[in-house]
């Protein structure tokens, strides 16, 4: 199995894997015009025949998706545009996916949060079933 996922603050992949950043941009942060640089990395089935990560970046890649969005993924999104107009946060569709996705993880936790800025974020802290906790933040898309 295999999905892709974008990584924020790269240009591109050397053929081993590492990172390409660009000229005095850090990864994870936006170029100086504010446009943020990324690239598509293919994420698949691990060697030992795990696919949390590919689970992991779906998921990651759903909270991004606007409600109706992808045609494959229609029933999966965020209706951010809805909520930034009425100012209800859209917390039921976010646990909806969490349901959705706790069957491929040990432990699912999905927060609505602010980051340094104050800018709205998800918290997603997933426990693999070889016992790796990955916690990351997914901008809301508005």
């Known amino acids: 199995m295999r999905t892709y996922g974008r990584?924020?603050?790269?240009?591109?992949?050397?053929?081993?894997?590492t990172p390409i950043l660009p000229t005095g941009v850090p990864a994870g942060?936006?170029?100086p015009v504010g446009v943020p640089i990324g690239a598509w990395q293919e994420?698949?089935?691990?060697?030992?025949?795990?696919?949390?990560?590919?689970?992991?970046?779906?998921?990651c890649q759903c909270l991004l998706l606007e409600l109706n969005e992808d045609p494959s993924f229609?029933?999966?999104?965020?209706?951010?545009?809805?909520?930034v107009q009425t100012g209800v946060p859209p917390d039921i569709y976010v646990s909806a996916m969490q349901l959705a996705f706790a069957?491929?993880?040990?432990?699912?936790?999905?927060?609505?949060?602010?980051?340094?800025?104050?800018?709205?974020?998800y918290n997603i802290s997933a426990l693999f079933h070889n016992g790796v906790q990955i916690d990351a933040s997914v901008p809301v898309p508005f």
Not at 50 to 55: G, L
Not at 74 to 83: D, F, L, M, S
Not at 110 to 115: E, G, I, Y
Request: charged share 10%.
């Open 7 to 17: 990584i924020w603050g790269v240009t591109g992949f050397e053929p081993d894997g």
């Open 29 to 31: 942060q936006q170029t």
């Open 43 to 59: 994420v698949q089935t691990g060697a030992d025949g795990s696919n949390d990560m590919v689970y992991f970046v779906t998921l």
């Open 74 to 83: 229609a029933n999966y999104g965020v209706p951010v545009t809805q909520a």
């Open 103 to 121: 069957q491929y993880f040990v432990s699912l936790t999905l927060v609505r949060a602010q980051d340094a800025n104050g800018n709205p974020v």
